[in-house]
């Protein structure tokens, strides 16, 4: 390594040439320069390699050239000056040579005197300035003449014109007399060789100026270059070298004028700067190295933390997720027994005609539902903290589900003397997506603005929109109630955040609804916004995908668990324009085990009939538009239709009218429902004398289904476990199976698939009834070995029994009862 201190040698400065082609210089090649070691380590330069010109030379080259064309410029100019002056002199000397000798001529003339004129011209020889002479008459040729002997031919006769000619040097004047007669005229021409004399002599003095310009030049720049800018040359040295060693520790040296010291002194110390700055930075690069790889170490360490808390909190999940699964199948279950065990005991009460006791079971049975509700939230809330929300597939219709929660949010519509509204734009297409996290949505935000509104209103409107390319169906709920403030409306899909204190003690709620709807919405790729105003009402907007199209059906789309091809033995299709009765039968309907669709004309209700291939249709006769015998007509003339039962309901029976177009009986109005419960029966089968087995552990539970079951004419049969469940069925083999999945010695999974591979067993209808949450690991297990799943805490006695009786419909279809 060099010395801290290096100095560059001072290159004495060499003057190859002042005349230089530079280009020429800077083009040629040059060989690399030589390293020549130097004291203390350092690479010096050597003096005799080719290298880029010095500033000194090409500062000397420009010096001369510069001082060279401003005498060059400066000698043009004044040969041109002095050949105007000297050609303006010339003129001015011929016209006063021509105007003498006019004069003298002029009595040559008058006297007709040659020898005198001749006498005149001959005078001029001894002048060089001018090469010919003559003088002419006013007629003829030249009179007396002269040239010198290198002079040109005298013109014939005079020139036209009078005065001076520049471009042949001559001069024209006229003789006249004194009285101003004319006598004739004077030419002379001027000697041409003088002029080319006089421009040689200045040129000649103008180059001899160059020269000496030129001269005091170089010897100036040889001088003074060195001296001035020497230094200069010497930092560029320096400079470059430090660019190209990258070494910092070498110094320029000051040889030069002084003015150039400071100069030299201030660069020095810079390079000084630049060496200590760079010596902290290798210093803090070390550090930082050191640091970083600290640092790194300390990262792997916190890394391999992180996999193993990540791992712990994998595991902690997942204990979390069974914990809450056991929990909810543990607190579901009794549950789902006192809300049974309440609606039998409120039938009961009621038939007994005890309303004070009905009351009572009425609030046993609200507040299982509500501790149902919250037990079911806080198993959502913990399954989206944890990612486990998972979404079922499915296609529904849009219209059937909002009428199913007005039906069950009714009650609490009137309670608060609300009117609960509903707008719908007609022949919605079906949705494709989780049917039943869309009503939890829809009736957690209808609960809610119903909970706080009074004597108002909440109104729930459903549109098809479209945004770009998604087709989209929007949910508003709207309300005229409360409101909420600005502050609330941003805490507002926070867990547990109610409108305000006040509210929150008038109305009660965990204030989990919300946020819990938000987060579904937001699983099924949609959004949820919300709009109020603190006395004015609310507005909730849900958008989700249609994710999918109308199949190729009629206008209303097939209602869920009714397939079109083979219909169902419990689906009853009512025709009639009275909404009453229409209600009515509804109501008889469903009481009596079957699922009831309704239709409000006779258009409706064909397209409907071939939907659902209905196990009995109920034809009201007077309707408008189309009467009912032509509904008959047309309904015996489809083929898909021509085997259902028709029950015609008029004011009075007309059977020579209804029998011959296909008419299977008839109902007076009003009706009698035991007749028509008799008809039901005959057209509609039966399970027959086959029991139904329960497969439940929770004992109290499998009372209530065995008691619900024989209430409805069934015979039930009990086991506690998948095992007995098997050694029952080689005794009694049962027309449809309730199953529970969470038991001991064996589960309802194991079971499914063990009586799968029993012989006889693989049509029997099993209906797994339920608390577990289910994940689709379950469902796949479950697949192709159940019919359908119902969850413990949505179960009702009406949804219980259609779905037996649908599962029984489907299998007797399949293998008729023994």
């Not at 805490?491 to 579904?520: H, M, T």
Request: glycine share 6%; hydrophobic share 45%; charged share 25%.
């Amino acid at each position: 390594m060099p010395s801290a201190n290096a100095v560059l040698p001072v290159r004495a400065p060499v003057w190859r040439r002042i005349v230089h082609d530079e280009t020429r210089h800077r083009m040629a090649p040059r060989p690399p320069a030589a390293p020549v070691p130097e004291r203390g380590g350092a690479i010096m330069t050597s003096p005799v390699e080719e290298r880029e010109p010095a500033l000194l030379d090409v500062f000397g080259r420009r010096l001369v050239l510069a001082c060279g064309l401003a005498a060059t410029l400066a000698a043009a100019m004044l040969v041109t000056a002095v050949l105007m002056l000297a050609g303006a002199e010339s003129r001015r000397e011929l016209a006063a040579l021509a105007a003498l000798l006019a004069e003298s001529a002029a009595p040559a003339l008058l006297a007709d005197n040659p020898a005198q004129a001749q006498r005149a011209l001959d005078t001029l020889r001894a002048n060089r300035a001018v090469s010919a002479a003559a003088v002419y008459r006013l007629t003829g040729g030249p009179w007396v003449q002269f040239r010198q002997p290198l002079g040109e031919a005298v013109p014939g006769s005079p020139p036209a014109a009078e005065g001076h000619a520049p471009d042949r040097g001559e001069e024209m004047l006229r003789i006249r007399t004194s009285a101003g007669t004319m006598l004739g005229w004077v030419w002379l021409q001027a000697d041409p060789e003088r002029q080319q004399r006089l421009v040689v002599k200045c040129l000649g003095f103008a180059l001899l100026a160059v020269l000496c310009a030129v001269a005091v030049a170089a010897a100036f720049a040889i001088r003074w270059n060195g001296h001035l800018l020497h230094p200069l040359d010497q930092i560029r040295e320096v400079s470059e070298r430090v660019a190209s060693e990258e070494n910092l520790t070498v110094r320029a040296s000051h040889t030069g004028a002084p003015e150039f010291e400071p100069l030299v002194a201030a660069f020095n110390q810079m390079l000084g700067r630049i060496q200590a700055r760079d010596g902290q930075l290798r210093h803090q690069c070390d550090q930082l190295g050191e640091l970083l790889a600290q640092r790194t170490a300390e990262l792997a360490q916190l890394n391999a933390a992180l996999k193993e808390s990540r791992a712990d909190t994998a595991r902690a999940r997942q204990a979390k997720t069974a914990f809450l699964s056991q929990m909810s199948h543990e607190l579901r279950t009794p549950l789902t027994a006192v809300i049974g065990f309440s609606e039998m005991l409120m039938e009961e009460a009621e038939a007994a005609g005890s309303v004070s006791l009905r009351a009572d079971l009425e609030r046993i049975q609200k507040a299982g539902q509500s501790l149902l509700g919250l037990i079911n939230e806080i198993i959502d809330l913990a399954k989206i903290e944890a990612g486990e929300l998972t979404l079922q597939n499915e296609q529904f219709d849009v219209l059937g589900l909002a009428n199913e929660i007005f039906a069950t949010l009714q009650t609490a519509a009137e309670l608060h003397h609300n009117h609960l509204l509903l707008e719908a734009t007609p022949n919605l297409p079906p949705m494709q997506g989780d049917r039943a996290k869309l009503h939890r949505t829809l009736r957690n935000l209808l609960d809610n603005a119903l909970k706080f509104t009074e004597r108002g209103e909440v109104r729930l409107r459903i549109t098809p929109d479209s945004r770009g390319a998604e087709e989209q169906m929007v949910f508003e709920v709207c309300d005229n109630g409360v409101g909420m403030s600005t502050q609330q409306l941003e805490c507002l899909f926070q867990e547990g955040a109610p409108p305000e204190a006040g509210i929150r003690r008038k109305f009660g709620g965990p204030g989990l609804g919300v946020a819990i709807s938000r987060q579904f919405v937001l699983a099924m790729g949609g959004e949820l916004t919300a709009r109020s105003e603190t006395g004015r009402g609310s507005s909730f907007t849900v958008r989700l995908p249609l994710c999918g199209q109308a199949p190729p059906a009629p206008a209303r789309p097939l209602p869920e668990g009714v397939t079109a091809a083979g219909g169902s033995s419990t689906v009853v299709l009512v025709i009639d324009d009275d909404p009453n009765t229409r209600a009515l039968m509804v109501r008889y309907l469903t009481k009596e085990g079957f699922t009831a669709h309704t239709a409000a004309n006779g258009r409706e209700g064909i397209e409907l009939a071939r939907a659902l291939q209905p196990a009995l249709i109920t034809l009201d006769v007077m309707m408008p538009e189309v009467d009912g015998w032509s509904v008959l007509s047309m309904l015996k003339a489809d083929p898909l239709l021509a085997a259902i039962p028709v029950v015609m309901l008029t004011m009075v029976a007309e059977p020579d009218k209804g029998l011959p177009l296909g008419a299977s009986e008839f109902l007076t109005k009003p009706v009698d429902f035991k007749r028509l419960s008799a008809l039901l029966h005959r057209y509609c089968p039966e399970p027959g004398h086959r029991p139904i087995l329960i497969v439940e552990d929770d004992e109290i539970l499998s009372h209530l289904l065995r008691r619900n079951l024989e209430r409805e004419g069934f015979t039930a049969l009990v086991a506690a476990d998948g095992r007995a469940a098997l050694d029952l069925i080689q005794l009694h083999l049962p027309a449809l199976i309730l199953l529970d999945l969470m038991m001991p010695e064996m589960d309802g999974f194991e079971f499914a698939q063990k009586l799968r591979g029993r012989k006889g067993m693989a049509d029997v209808p099993v209906v797994v009834l339920t608390a577990k949450e289910l994940t689709e690991e379950d469902r796949q297990r479950l697949r192709g070995n159940v019919t359908s799943i119902l969850q413990k805490q949505d179960l009702t006695e009406e949804t219980l029994h259609n779905e037996l009786r649908i599962a029984l419909a489907r299998h007797l279809r399949q293998q008729p009862s023994e």
